[in-house]
């Protein structure tokens, strides 16, 4: 069925897009429920025939990102006084964001551990408006007004995320190792400390790829996709979402489960006519059954995603740094110390040999787009 998905990515003012319209007599809709395909047929697939449980989990991270892991935008506290040489901004947080995918990548991790570390670091910048904790408020004035204590913050946060989410876990001394000794060992955990409490150790955010698949998973008895194209759309929603990830606006602002929306309303654009039917119909009912943001806001993200996503093909090879501390990409096999997990058999330590990712005499030299990539190529 590889015909029916259209990998050619037309410019966007050219392109075909679906625009969200909600209609409150959903189940007027005409719908044809298709026979659920075999077990076996998603073996090798992150969704779930069992759209009770998938229905619950999406229930309840919905309800976590409204009420446990809220956060706002942070920048305008900057934006709003006179403009500081060391104040952060957007662009600082992109090249940071494209930064912790260069380690994970080299690393082998799974891209996902940059999407939780980064909503930490937002989560924590913008506490400070929603739940102030007074020994982490100091922390975020310095950190907003200077590039070297948001580096720093970012590194703890994927330290941080690494230890949690990964089956590897490196001390302290490898993050300090790849700063080329800009961070000390104990400048990392301090700044992980302060960084947790200001979370209140609440560190496992539902992420919008995670919600992508139960919100795909709800899709399944209303389609009959092969397995190639269930594939497909998988890969296009991983793509859109770690590029949500590098945005200020799209992952700072909206909710993560507003950015996984917008991201399978832009992979459904790349379907077939009468698969992305099926898809839409199936979608819309879906939206109105959950407590997701009016169609409006879901609009309005998918249009600023897939603008992101456009730009950042049209930039390939755009380099940057942000100008502070000397943070390379350099590993060294006798500083970085790795451990497994117990409760894992074996893992890959392509981190502990002695290798050069990407070395630079500036703090932070990567090439933006090349962040995100398509696995799919149909």
């Known amino acids: 069925m590889a015909a029916a998905i259209q990998r050619v990515v037309h410019p966007l003012s050219e392109r075909e ?41 999406l ?14 935008g942070y920048l305008q506290c900057i934006a709003g006084n006179t403009i500081e040489e060391d104040a952060i901004t957007e662009e600082d947080r992109i090249k940071l964001a494209d930064w ?29 408006q929603l739940v102030p904790v007074p020994p982490a408020q100091a922390a975020i004035d310095t950190i907003l007004h200077s590039r070297r204590e948001y580096q720093l913050l970012t590194m703890s946060a994927l330290y941080t995320s690494i230890k949690i989410h990964e089956r590897v876990t490196f001390d302290s001394d490898f993050f300090s190792s790849i700063s080329r000794g800009a961070y000390s060992v104990h400048e990392i955990e301090s700044m992980e400390r302060i960084l947790l409490l200001g979370l209140s150790w609440r560190v496992n955010a539902p992420t ?22 269930w594939g497909f759309l998988l890969d296009e929603v991983r793509f859109q979402t770690e590029h949500a990830v590098r945005d200020y606006q799209l992952f700072t602002v909206e909710r993560a489960s507003t950015v996984a929306i917008a991201a399978i309303f832009n992979a459904l654009d790349q379907v077939n006519a009468s698969d992305r039917v099926n898809l839409l119909s199936a979608l819309l009912i879906v939206i109105q059954d959950f407590e997701f943001e009016s169609t409006s806001v879901l609009n309005r993200a998918k249009n ?6 456009m730009d950042g ?23 970085a110390n790795v451990s497994t997990h117990p409760s894992q058999d074996s893992t890959d330590l392509s981190c502990k040999s002695s290798s050069t990712m990407s070395p630079s005499t500036s703090p932070i030299t990567v090439t933006s787009t090349s962040c995100c990539s398509r696995r799919c190529d149909l």
């Open 17 to 57: 897009h679906t625009q969200i319209t909600i209609h409150h007599t959903s189940m007027d809709c005409q719908i044809k429920t298709t026979e659920m395909p075999s077990a076996s047929v998603f073996t090798s697939l992150p969704l779930t025939r069992d759209v009770i449980s998938a229905a619950n989990a």
């Open 100 to 128: 912790c995918y260069t380690v994970v990548d080299h690393c082998q991790f799974n891209r996902e551990t940059v999407a939780i570390a980064m909503e930490m670091v937002d989560r924590f910048l913008s506490s400070s």
């Open 59 to 72: 229930s309840v991270m919905i309800d976590k990102e409204q009420a446990v892991y809220r956060h706002s």
């Open 313 to 335: 093909d049209s930039n390939e090879g755009d380099d940057g740094d942000i100008g502070t501390a000397d943070i390379s990409m350099e590993v060294s096999n006798s500083d």
């Open 304 to 309: 600023q995603l897939l603008r992101l996503v």
């Open 208 to 229: 919008s790829i995670q919600m992508a698949h139960h919100i795909l998973s709800l899709l399944l008895p209303y389609v009959d996709l092969e397995e190639l194209s």
